[in-house]
């Protein structure tokens, strides 16, 4: 005989900072279950590098949230303090208003030393702190360990397998582990289960849209190049307009004293970077993301995004990242593993962190890549090298696939309440935030959103 499903006030999918954050709003007010797929809780983000943008102005649309800039910066200081409180680094960059009136005012040379219409770069500071990979994970088990003292029950290795209801009845949530019921569904899979969850959230009749996808690369130089800004701006957000195609690029992640890490998605090899607090690399790694919109007659983002990571693992030999010398790329052949480190090349003068062997492949990522985007990306590195001399040096190694898994869009109210009531969405899985801070916000929408409802509001 089956036992009866557990019920629940709120089941949270997802333990990503849109889950916890949700979770630790809700919990002592009501029953609340988080279920998480992996062995831990974190998310990406929190899991890899840990860097807080404390901006309202990057990872999160303001208008869609329908969000001021004032009440955006109002939460965020919240939630800074929460990281604050459970052992987050107090170290702030992007406070100095000097040094970086200077670097505000040499992109502005560069854009005035342009031909008008053909470039264009732009630099948005931001306040910043960075955990790093390593103290992020004990900053995350304390802040789990606090929201379950309060209440929370998480249940980590728990895979959600589906999803129904019936009628307007309670949410049925589906495991291995068992099923269990809910009154109220606050929905945060993170970018690994942002399609799973789409074709969940359309079976329960909630109607998604595609929105733009990042392709880009990962580009990593030798330290002392970018020091002088990451010393100022951790991660300097340079946005450009490409002037071939006209299109926007942007500088994301960056890593000081950081490596280049491979990460599996449903069988393909992505390159990504973190940064440990402890121990530092004698490199400096960044994405440059080509931000890409479809429409007529393909529309479909998540797809195409999936076709150029397979493909461009496809010219790595099969299930391999294409790595290539910036002086191969611009001298237009191929980077080799016998000219890899050539002293002759200048290739000597940076060491990858993530060099030519099993899962890396020297090649040409303009065979990987379409021409647009690889247009854009060098253009890209170009123009940032007039902001920052040394940043397009033969040795600057460039690694693709980097793909941002985040396009579907979800129509939702202000507390990110779908269609569907009682259903709610939150995080960079469902288009809402992209980073740390902002899925976090999101979760507390999410849950002022459940506590309203509930008259606790």
Same mark, same amino acid.
Request: glycine share 10%.
């Given at each position: 005989?089956?036992?009866?499903?557990?019920?629940?006030?709120?089941?949270?999918?997802?333990?990503?900072?849109?889950?916890?954050?949700?979770?630790?709003?809700?919990?002592?007010?009501?029953?609340?279950?988080?279920?998480?797929?992996?062995?831990?809780?974190?998310?990406?983000?929190?899991?890899?590098?840990?860097?807080?943008?404390?901006?309202?102005?990057?990872?999160?649309?303001?208008?869609?949230?329908?969000?001021?800039?004032?009440?955006?910066?109002?939460?965020?200081?919240?939630?800074?303090?929460?990281?604050?409180?459970?052992?987050?680094?107090?170290?702030?960059?992007?406070?100095?208003?000097?040094?970086?009136?200077?670097?505000?005012?040499?992109?502005?040379?560069?854009?005035?030393?342009?031909?008008?219409?053909?470039?264009?770069?732009?630099?948005?500071?931001?306040?910043?702190?960075?955990?790093?990979?390593?103290?992020?994970?004990?900053?995350?088990?304390?802040?789990?360990?606090?929201?379950?003292?309060?209440?929370?029950?998480?249940?980590?290795?728990?895979?959600?397998?589906?999803?129904?209801?019936?009628?307007?009845?309670?949410?049925?949530?589906?495991?291995?582990?068992?099923?269990?019921?809910?009154?109220?569904?606050?929905?945060?899979?993170?970018?690994?289960?942002?399609?799973?969850?789409?074709?969940?959230? +359309?079976?329960?009749?909630?109607?998604?849209?595609? @929105?733009?996808?990042?392709?880009?690369?990962?580009?990593?130089?030798?330290?002392?190049?970018?020091?002088?800004?990451?010393?100022?701006?951790?991660?300097?957000?340079? &946005?450009?307009?490409?002037?071939?195609?006209?299109?926007?690029?942007?500088?994301?992640?960056?890593?000081?004293?950081?490596?280049?890490?491979?990460?599996?998605?449903?069988?393909?090899?992505?390159?990504?970077?973190?940064?440990?607090?402890?121990?530092?690399?004698?490199?400096?790694?960044?994405?440059?993301?080509?931000?890409?919109?479809?429409?007529?007659?393909?529309?479909?983002?998540?797809?195409?995004?999936?076709?150029?990571?397979?493909?461009?693992?496809?010219?790595?030999?099969?299930?391999?990242?294409?790595?290539?010398?910036?002086?191969?790329?611009?001298?237009?052949?191929?980077?080799?593993?016998?000219?890899?480190?050539?002293?002759?090349?200048?290739?000597?003068?940076?060491?990858?962190?993530?060099?030519?062997?099993?899962?890396?492949?020297?090649?040409?990522?303009?065979?990987?890549?379409?021409?647009?985007?690889?247009?854009?990306?060098?253009?890209? &590195?170009?123009?940032?090298?007039?902001?920052?001399?040394?940043?397009?040096?033969?040795?600057?190694?460039?690694?693709?696939?980097?793909?941002?898994?985040?396009?579907?869009?979800? +129509?939702?109210?202000?507390?990110?309440?779908?269609?569907?009531?009682?259903?709610?969405?939150?995080?960079? @899985?469902?288009?809402?935030?992209?980073?740390?801070?902002?899925?976090?916000?999101?979760?507390?929408?999410?849950?002022?959103?459940?506590?309203?409802?509930?008259?606790?509001?």
């Amino acid at each position: 005989m089956t036992a009866d499903p557990q019920t629940w006030d709120v089941i949270v999918i997802g333990a990503g900072p849109a889950g916890l954050f949700a979770a630790r709003a809700l919990s002592g007010k009501l029953s609340v279950l988080v279920l998480e797929e992996k062995a831990r809780t974190g998310g990406a983000g929190a899991m890899t590098d840990g860097k807080l943008n404390l901006s309202p102005h990057i990872g999160l649309d303001l208008s869609e949230l329908q969000l001021s800039e004032e009440e955006a910066s109002e939460r965020i200081a919240r939630i800074d303090e929460v990281f604050l409180e459970h052992g987050a680094d107090r170290t702030l960059y992007g406070v100095d208003a000097e040094r970086i009136a200077l670097w505000l005012d040499r992109v502005s040379w560069v854009r005035r030393r342009t031909h008008r219409g053909e470039w264009d770069i732009t630099l948005l500071p931001a306040r910043q702190r960075h955990m790093g990979t390593d103290l992020a994970h004990q900053v995350v088990a304390r802040m789990t360990e606090a929201v379950a003292g309060n209440g929370a029950t998480f249940s980590l290795r728990t895979k959600v397998d589906d999803i129904h209801q019936r009628g307007n009845g309670p949410f049925i949530v589906r495991t291995a582990k068992g099923q269990y019921l809910s009154r109220y569904l606050v929905a945060a899979p993170g970018r690994e289960g942002a399609y799973w969850f789409r074709e969940v959230a +359309r079976s329960l009749g909630v109607p998604t849209q595609y @929105g733009a996808i990042d392709i880009g690369c990962r580009v990593e130089v030798a330290l002392p190049v970018y020091d002088e800004i990451t010393q100022v701006l951790y991660d300097p957000k340079f &946005l450009f307009v490409t002037p071939t195609h006209g299109d926007r690029t942007r500088t994301f992640c960056t890593n000081p004293g950081g490596r280049v890490r491979v990460e599996i998605r449903n069988g393909s090899r992505l390159v990504n970077g973190d940064a440990l607090k402890k121990r530092k690399t004698p490199n400096t790694n960044f994405a440059i993301l080509n931000t890409v919109s479809m429409t007529e007659p393909i529309q479909d983002t998540t797809e195409m995004g999936r076709k150029v990571m397979e493909f461009a693992n496809f010219w790595g030999g099969g299930d391999s990242l294409v790595v290539q010398r910036w002086g191969d790329l611009t001298e237009g052949r191929r980077s080799k593993a016998e000219t890899f480190h050539s002293a002759a090349l200048g290739y000597d003068k940076m060491p990858p962190t993530l060099p030519p062997g099993p899962g890396v492949t020297p090649g040409d990522i303009s065979f990987a890549y379409p021409g647009r985007i690889v247009d854009n990306l060098r253009e890209s &590195l170009l123009l940032l090298s007039r902001v920052i001399p040394g940043v397009a040096h033969p040795s600057t190694t460039i690694y693709v696939p980097e793909i941002k898994f985040y396009d579907t869009k979800y +129509r939702t109210d202000r507390h990110l309440e779908t269609n569907v009531p009682n259903l709610f969405v939150a995080g960079d @899985g469902v288009g809402k935030s992209r980073g740390i801070v902002g899925a976090a916000l999101n979760g507390m929408l999410a849950a002022e959103g459940i506590l309203r409802k509930e008259g606790k509001g």
